[in-house]
């Protein structure tokens, strides 16, 4: 279809003009038609009452939501550890297509550098786990359209983040209806050195026992059958992929159904940003069942 005609050899500048005019127009038109209905990225600041500090998040909301009056289900995307609330956002910038795609909001949590979202219980500053499953659901249900239930409601994470998705919901299965883990260390016991995490358990020959309560793959046995939706995978050549086979044989052992993948591919945000895809369509299946 041609939206300009020009006849040849009928050519002067008023005419150019006049063209040059219609079409930034029509350009201008069509831009803030796509504005109006691109997915909004948001930073909402809350304050935690259980640290006493405000908390930077990101909320991702779906082209939709500018339009559409309805409530949405709302997945959180966990950040791994030395990253922040805008790893995924900067890091895999499809993120916002998704929340599209599949019309859910994604909030991404600040969980502090190494806090692995527990309430520490040797460093009582730090009380992620009550700050992500408490106060930032709150805050997000009481400002956004959102479906206030476990069943439009889920989270998952990468690493440090994926260790703290599968841990949040195994303790609040009243808040999360299905978790997911990418490249997480579901058993932290074999790192004792690394990563901060003797700052929130203390030292692991001194304090083995707040490892032992701590550690994911130990949490199973919290699990309700058929309750929490899972879904986990890792790279067979990540450091963490010993852990993660662990857990799906254990998870086996206990007939829990869950999606567990594994497949090439090591500890980056290569691996992630296609993870994140096979994650995204589980859980859209999720809020649809």
């Known amino acids: 279809m041609n939206i300009f005609k020009i006849k040849r050899g009928n050519w002067n500048l008023k005419d150019n003009y006049k063209v040059m005019k219609q079409l930034f127009t029509t ?7 796509l504005s109006t209905f691109a997915s909004r990225v948001d930073t909402l600041n809350v304050k ?6 405000s908390i930077a998040n990101l909320v991702i909301l779906p082209d939709s939501y500018a339009v559409n009056k309805q409530n949405f289900p709302v997945l959180y995307l966990l950040h791994g550890a030395g990253g922040d609330y805008t790893d995924w956002v900067t890091r895999v910038s499809a993120i916002k297509e998704y929340a599209d795609s599949y019309n859910m909001i994604i909030v991404c949590p600040d969980g502090g550098r190494t806090s692995w979202y527990l309430d520490s219980p040797v460093d009582l500053a730090m009380r992620y786990e009550t700050y992500v499953s408490e106060e930032l659901v709150q805050a997000v249900d009481k400002k956004y359209n959102t479906m206030e239930n476990r069943n439009s409601r889920a989270i998952t994470g990468l690493s440090m983040g994926g260790h703290g998705a599968f841990y949040l919901a195994f303790k609040h299965q009243e808040v999360w209806g299905a ?3 990418m490249s997480g260390g579901l058993d932290i016991r074999p790192f004792p050195e690394n ?3 003797a700052k929130r358990l203390g030292q692991y020959a001194e304090n083995w026992g707040h490892w032992e309560e701590n550690t994911v793959i130990n949490m199973v046995h919290l699990l309700k059958k058929d309750h929490l939706k899972l879904i986990f995978d890792c790279g067979i050549n990540d450091f963490f992929y010993d852990a993660n086979k662990r857990m799906h044989q ?6 829990i159904p869950h999606d567990y993948i594994e497949r090439p591919g090591s500890h980056n945000w290569e691996y992630w940003a296609n993870a994140i895809q096979y994650q995204l369509l589980f859980f859209d299946n999720f809020f649809k069942s």
């Not at 350009?27 to 038609?33: E, K, P």
């Not at 935690?48 to 500090?53: A, E, H, Q």
């Not at 254990?250 to 007939?255: A, G």
Request: proline share 0%.
């Open 27 to 33: 350009l201008f038109v069509i831009g803030a038609v």
């Open 179 to 181: 978790a997911g883990s």
């Open 250 to 255: 254990k998870l086996m052992e206990r007939n």
């Open 195 to 197: 990563w901060d995490l």
């Open 48 to 53: 935690s009452r259980s640290m006493n500090k």
